[in-house]
């Protein structure tokens, strides 16, 4: 009896060793090892920007003209939306930066907001774009708060998911701006490419928004966590956002640009994805 | 049965264990993997020379400027140092060298050399960079960089990384002293670098311009002030200058023109061509535009003895220091042009859209008080319609050799369009004394041409002052032939008329003498208005052909020869003067003497006037 016993043993190992084998056989060649934790898996709104010509005016706006003091840093552009400033074109969103005379500006842009048209409390936003370059260029993928909790800056907020210098070509910022921590003193983290440019290729700069958290992503690398522990005021990131593409040229964050600065400069933008 | 149960256990884990050594992820050779080829290291100087790397001084530089210095440096055990020398220094008036590999790298992998430097003074070197290898120097780049007296690290971008898969030339500099005085500098980490953040790039040629070149067949030119730019990390341009070998060079009409890969641009046909570039892919900012105009024929080479010229434009001369051939006086001036073209190794000055132009040679003034011409070939190129004009006008800057303050002066003088020729090389000698409002030519410094745009294509070639010497330094050429064959009235070589009077009173004011030149015999006439040769016995010169005569005059403008035969019958001819070149040899036919009877020639004459030297005057067949 006992003998049976054994060999019946002896039989179940071989097998759970013979499975183990062909575990081990049929993991050995994995070497992914990546572990992806995505919440926010549910697209909402996108714009893959495929349809020739103008941007789609169902999630877009304009901004014209050079705003209050050039929109408050004292910025060179005058935004219009002229085909010479914004187009789709080849499946990319176009936004060109030009040195020209143009009603009292010396340059000319173009800025689009989804206000109005698409807002959205929490979720996951990004943009797949590519970098203008050169001194003075200022490409930003932003968003601002509604009026439902209050109705003027920075007490609506304002989430920079990116902002570029053009004659910092490796470097992009994600900042938060609200109540006590506004301009100066928003609360900010760069990302510095190291062997290479944003300039040169695409790149995919993204937050995932939570109701205490905001994280800033570029590409696969989580680089920065924002949360009410770190902003010096009130957390304001807790009602309806917009979303702003824009490229200014100088201004109070980046300089001016000088005689060096390549024009026209072009900010491309190969889709906006919005998901919950 | 204990053993049983083991031995199937260590079977069971033996059999899975060869299962996975033997089945899993067994890799092939990958189609990716590279046979062993020119080494791929980027290292030059880290802590010492990269292996198989040597030293190479240029001939002329201070050859001890390079040390390894183990105190200076920016990490690691040691860095390069260079000590330039003061100006002058009899042992090498400036610092450089080559630094080279035995066997060539592949360097395609890499984007820029990088290294750490600093100097004792923020000294600018002059040229710094890599691909000199003392050879074809095919991928040379070079850049210049201002030194801090702190460590900063410096990137030179190599303009297409594809082109280097077996480079020996791995760094080369040249640095002279800063304001006369030596330094010295260091530089650390030298090594070939993958930053991956250098981008943006943009080739240039011609200094990015759109050149527009009217020229010839057999007219070279060359592309040059090659360059490439790239986007640094920093935000800041890097501009190197490069190598013809990086860029590939295209011309729109190779019947036209062709262009090498050196950038050497050959004109071969009439019509238009354009000539472009590309480096790696990315086309150059800058063209020539090639309007060729087909054949040329060079203006004639001038004959002036060098020691007689002051050349201000010819290839025949050494040219004085001249500013520019084109002033370019906006905004009234029209002019384009200026002295760059060269046809088959002829330099011409080519003016279009004339107006009015200058050249300017003040640097130092000319002192021409010796010079009695102004020598210039014009082509015109268009159209000559009535009334056209070109005059020349000679400025001199007075005894301050600046221009202005109240002691200028200028001439002009006026050739008229019936003078000058459409297709053809025109030579004028203007005597510098008709240039009336000139009062000194002991500061010359400019010379226009002034058409005010009644003609307006012109070209120009050896514009220069000149001399005639008044009394020549050689002897007159010794006459070959045979004696037989001759009958002389005055010569060396032969057996001269008996009797023959050589200053018959005839009442001239000329003076005759004989001064010996360079040894031989000649005869002098100062102050000629006319002067005779009474033959000894009457001559007939019938057999002979020619009349030949040397003569020589530095500062006559008329000079006549008669045959004077019995009655009196005397027949004149015209001898061209002044002798620009020396000693003139003169074959006269004797039928240009007719009606002079040959057979019973009695007297020679010469009218005109000057200082006038003759020898080898002589009949011959």
Same mark, same amino acid.
């Given at each position: 009896?006992?003998?049976?016993?054994?060999?019946?043993?002896?039989?179940?190992?071989?097998?759970?060793?013979?499975?183990?084998?062909?575990?081990?056989?049929?993991?050995?060649?994995?070497?992914?090892?990546?572990?992806?934790?995505?919440?926010? %898996?549910?697209?909402?709104?996108?714009?893959?920007?495929?349809?020739? +010509?103008?941007?789609?005016?169902?999630?877009?706006?304009?901004?014209?003209?050079?705003?209050?003091?050039?929109?408050?840093?004292?910025?060179?552009?005058?935004?219009?939306?002229?085909?010479?400033?914004?187009?789709?074109?080849? +499946?990319?969103?176009?936004?060109?930066?030009?040195?020209?005379?143009?009603?009292?500006?010396?340059?000319?842009?173009? %800025?689009?907001?989804?206000?109005?048209?698409?807002?959205?409390?929490?979720?996951?936003?990004?943009?797949?774009?590519?970098?203008?370059?050169?001194?003075?260029?200022?490409?930003?993928?932003?968003?601002?708060?509604?009026?439902?909790?209050?109705?003027?800056?920075?007490?609506? +907020?304002?989430?920079?998911?990116?902002?570029?210098?053009?004659?910092?070509?490796?470097?992009?910022?994600?900042?938060?701006?609200?109540?006590?921590?506004?301009?100066?003193?928003?609360?900010?983290?760069?990302?510095?490419?190291?062997?290479?440019?944003?300039?040169?290729?695409?790149?995919?700069?993204?937050?995932?928004?939570?109701?205490?958290?905001?994280?800033?992503?570029?590409?696969?690398?989580?680089?920065?966590?924002?949360?009410?522990?770190?902003?010096?005021?009130?957390?304001?990131?807790?009602?309806?956002?917009?979303?702003?593409?824009?490229?200014?040229? +100088?201004?109070?964050?980046?300089?001016?640009?000088?005689?060096?600065?390549?024009?026209?400069?072009?900010?491309?933008?190969?889709?906006?994805?919005?998901?919950? | 049965?204990?053993?049983?149960?083991?031995?199937?256990?260590?079977?069971?884990?033996?059999?899975?264990?060869?299962?996975?050594?033997?089945?899993?992820?067994?890799?092939?050779?990958?189609?990716?993997?590279?046979?062993?080829?020119?080494?791929?290291?980027?290292?030059?100087?880290?802590?010492? #020379?990269?292996?198989?790397?040597?030293?190479?001084?240029?001939?002329?530089?201070?050859?001890?400027?390079?040390?390894?210095?183990?105190?200076?440096?920016?990490?690691?055990?040691?860095?390069?140092?260079?000590?330039?020398?003061?100006?002058?220094?009899?042992?090498?008036?400036?610092?450089?060298?080559?630094?080279?590999?035995?066997?060539?790298?592949?360097?395609?992998?890499?984007?820029?050399?990088?290294?750490?430097?600093?100097?004792?003074?923020?000294?600018?070197?002059?040229?710094?960079?890599?691909?000199?290898?003392?050879?074809?120097?095919?991928?040379?780049?070079?850049?210049?960089?201002?030194?801090?007296?702190?460590?900063?690290?410096?990137?030179?971008?190599?303009?297409?990384?594809?082109?280097?898969?077996?480079?020996?030339?791995? #760094?080369?500099?040249?640095?002279?002293?800063?304001?006369?005085?030596?330094?010295?500098?260091?530089?650390?980490?030298?090594?070939?670098?993958?930053?991956?953040?250098?981008?943006?790039?943009?080739?240039?040629?011609?200094?990015?311009?759109?050149?527009?070149?009217?020229?010839?067949?057999?007219?070279?030119?060359?592309?040059?002030?090659?360059?490439?730019?790239?986007?640094?990390?920093?935000?800041?341009?890097?501009?190197?200058?490069?190598?013809?070998?990086?860029?590939?060079?295209?011309?729109?009409?190779?019947?036209?023109?062709?262009?090498?890969?050196?950038?050497?641009?050959?004109?071969?046909?009439?019509?238009?061509?354009?000539?472009?570039?590309?480096?790696?892919?990315?086309?150059?900012?800058?063209?020539?535009?090639?309007?060729?105009?087909?054949?040329?024929?060079?203006?004639?080479?001038?004959?002036?003895?060098?020691?007689?010229?002051?050349?201000?434009?010819?290839?025949?001369?050494?040219?004085?220091?001249?500013?520019?051939?084109?002033?370019?006086?906006?905004?009234?001036?029209?002019?384009?042009?200026?002295?760059?073209?060269?046809?088959?190794?002829?330099?011409?000055?080519?003016?279009?859209?004339?107006?009015?132009?200058?050249?300017?040679?003040?640097?130092?003034?000319?002192?021409?008080?010796?010079?009695?011409?102004?020598?210039?070939?014009?082509?015109?190129?268009?159209?000559?319609?009535?009334?056209?004009?070109?005059?020349?006008?000679?400025?001199? #800057?007075?005894?301050?050799?600046?221009?202005?303050?109240?002691?200028?002066?200028?001439?002009?003088?006026?050739?008229?369009?019936?003078?000058?020729?459409?297709?053809?090389?025109?030579?004028?000698?203007?005597?510098?004394?008709?240039?009336?409002?000139?009062?000194?030519?002991?500061?010359?410094?400019?010379?226009?041409?002034?058409?005010?745009?009644?003609?307006?294509?012109?070209?120009?070639?050896?514009?220069?002052?000149?001399?005639?010497?008044?009394?020549?330094?050689?002897?007159?050429?010794?006459?070959?032939?045979?004696?037989?064959?001759?009958?002389?009235?005055?010569?060396?070589?032969?057996?001269?008329?008996?009797?023959?009077?050589?200053?018959?009173?005839?009442?001239?004011?000329?003076?005759?003498?004989?001064?010996?030149?360079?040894?031989?015999?000649?005869?002098?006439?100062?102050?000629?208005?006319?002067?005779?040769?009474?033959?000894?016995?009457?001559?007939?010169?019938?057999?002979?052909?020619?009349?030949?005569?040397?003569?020589?005059?530095?500062?006559?403008?008329?000079?006549?020869?008669?045959?004077?035969?019995?009655?009196?019958?005397?027949?004149?001819?015209?001898?061209?003067?002044?002798?620009?070149?020396?000693?003139?040899?003169?074959?006269?036919?004797?039928?240009?003497?007719?009606?002079?009877?040959?057979?019973?020639?009695?007297?020679?004459?010469?009218?005109?006037?000057?200082?006038?030297?003759?020898?080898?005057?002589?009949?011959?067949?």
């Amino acid at each position: 009896m006992i003998h049976q016993f054994k060999i019946k043993a002896n039989t179940v190992l071989r097998k759970v060793f013979f499975l183990f084998t062909l575990l081990l056989l049929a993991s050995s060649c994995d070497t992914d090892e990546t572990q992806t934790v995505v919440k926010f %898996k549910n697209l909402v709104m996108q714009d893959e920007f495929d349809a020739a +010509g103008a941007p789609n005016s169902s999630i877009w706006n304009y901004n014209i003209g050079n705003g209050d003091n050039g929109w408050g840093n004292n910025e060179l552009q005058y935004y219009t939306d002229r085909p010479e400033n914004i187009k789709v074109e080849g +499946g990319m969103l176009h936004i060109i930066a030009n040195k020209e005379s143009f009603l009292g500006s010396g340059y000319t842009s173009a %800025k689009i907001l989804t206000k109005g048209k698409f807002e959205q409390k929490y979720g996951r936003f990004e943009a797949r774009i590519k970098l203008p370059w050169g001194q003075g260029l200022w490409p930003a993928f932003w968003m601002l708060g509604d009026t439902s909790n209050a109705s003027v800056w920075p007490e609506i +907020g304002e989430i920079d998911i990116m902002e570029n210098r053009g004659q910092e070509p490796t470097l992009v910022n994600g900042t938060v701006h609200g109540p006590g921590y506004s301009g100066g003193e928003s609360i900010t983290k760069a990302y510095g490419l190291k062997n290479n440019r944003f300039d040169t290729d695409f790149h995919i700069f993204g937050i995932e928004w939570g109701e205490n958290y905001i994280n800033f992503y570029i590409d696969d690398v989580l680089y920065n966590q924002i949360t009410p522990a770190n902003v010096t005021g009130n957390w304001v990131f807790d009602h309806p956002f917009y979303i702003i593409i824009n490229l200014a040229v +100088g201004g109070n964050y980046v300089g001016s640009p000088n005689t060096n600065t390549v024009f026209p400069q072009t900010m491309l933008v190969d889709y906006v994805r919005v998901y919950q | 049965m204990k053993t049983r149960k083991y031995i199937y256990t260590k079977i069971a884990f033996l059999l899975g264990f060869v299962f996975i050594v033997t089945v899993s992820c067994e890799r092939d050779l990958s189609s990716e993997a590279e046979l062993a080829g020119y080494s791929k290291a980027g290292d030059v100087f880290i802590d010492g #020379f990269t292996g198989g790397l040597d030293y190479y001084p240029f001939g002329d530089s201070y050859f001890k400027a390079f040390t390894v210095d183990a105190e200076t440096k920016y990490d690691g055990t040691a860095a390069m140092r260079f000590d330039v020398p003061n100006v002058g220094d009899p042992t090498g008036a400036y610092a450089g060298a080559i630094f080279r590999l035995e066997t060539g790298r592949d360097l395609s992998g890499y984007d820029a050399l990088t290294f750490w430097a600093k100097g004792t003074t923020g000294g600018t070197i002059n040229e710094i960079g890599f691909g000199q290898d003392f050879g074809e120097n095919k991928y040379q780049v070079s850049t210049s960089f201002q030194l801090t007296t702190y460590w900063k690290k410096y990137i030179i971008p190599i303009p297409d990384a594809s082109k280097l898969t077996q480079e020996k030339g791995m #760094f080369w500099y040249a640095e002279g002293p800063e304001n006369g005085m030596g330094y010295s500098f260091w530089i650390d980490d030298l090594q070939f670098e993958k930053l991956g953040t250098i981008a943006q790039p943009r080739p240039s040629i011609l200094g990015g311009k759109d050149v527009v070149q009217q020229t010839f067949i057999g007219s070279n030119i060359t592309v040059n002030q090659l360059t490439q730019t790239f986007n640094l990390a920093t935000g800041i341009d890097q501009t190197v200058s490069v190598a013809p070998a990086y860029f590939v060079f295209t011309s729109s009409n190779p019947s036209v023109a062709t262009v090498n890969e050196l950038g050497k641009v050959s004109i071969i046909g009439t019509g238009n061509a354009i000539i472009t570039a590309k480096l790696g892919g990315v086309t150059a900012k800058g063209s020539i535009s090639i309007q060729s105009l087909g054949d040329f024929t060079p203006a004639p080479t001038p004959t002036n003895n060098a020691s007689n010229v002051i050349s201000i434009f010819s290839d025949a001369y050494t040219n004085v220091p001249v500013e520019y051939y084109n002033g370019y006086y906006a905004p009234y001036q029209t002019t384009q042009g200026q002295a760059d073209i060269n046809i088959n190794g002829d330099n011409i000055i080519k003016y279009s859209q004339l107006n009015f132009v200058a050249s300017q040679f003040s640097q130092p003034t000319v002192d021409a008080s010796q010079m009695s011409y102004l020598h210039v070939d014009i082509q015109v190129e268009s159209q000559i319609n009535p009334g056209a004009y070109i005059k020349v006008q000679l400025g001199d #800057f007075g005894d301050d050799g600046v221009y202005g303050g109240n002691n200028d002066s200028n001439g002009v003088y006026t050739i008229p369009g019936s003078a000058l020729s459409k297709g053809n090389w025109i030579g004028f000698n203007i005597p510098i004394s008709a240039l009336t409002g000139l009062t000194s030519r002991a500061h010359l410094a400019q010379i226009f041409f002034i058409s005010d745009a009644t003609i307006t294509d012109i070209l120009v070639d050896n514009m220069y002052f000149y001399k005639v010497p008044t009394a020549p330094t050689v002897a007159a050429p010794i006459p070959m032939v045979s004696a037989a064959n001759v009958i002389s009235v005055f010569s060396d070589a032969y057996t001269n008329i008996a009797g023959t009077d050589l200053n018959p009173g005839w009442g001239q004011a000329t003076v005759v003498t004989q001064v010996p030149i360079a040894g031989n015999n000649t005869l002098k006439y100062a102050g000629l208005n006319y002067q005779g040769i009474q033959l000894g016995t009457a001559q007939n010169v019938s057999a002979m052909t020619y009349l030949h005569i040397d003569y020589f005059t530095g500062n006559s403008n008329a000079l006549n020869a008669y045959l004077i035969s019995t009655g009196p019958v005397e027949k004149a001819k015209a001898l061209a003067v002044p002798t620009s070149s020396g000693w003139v040899s003169l074959e006269i036919p004797l039928s240009n003497f007719s009606p002079v009877n040959l057979a019973n020639v009695i007297q020679l004459k010469f009218d005109g006037n000057g200082d006038i030297y003759l020898d080898n005057i002589y009949f011959h067949n």
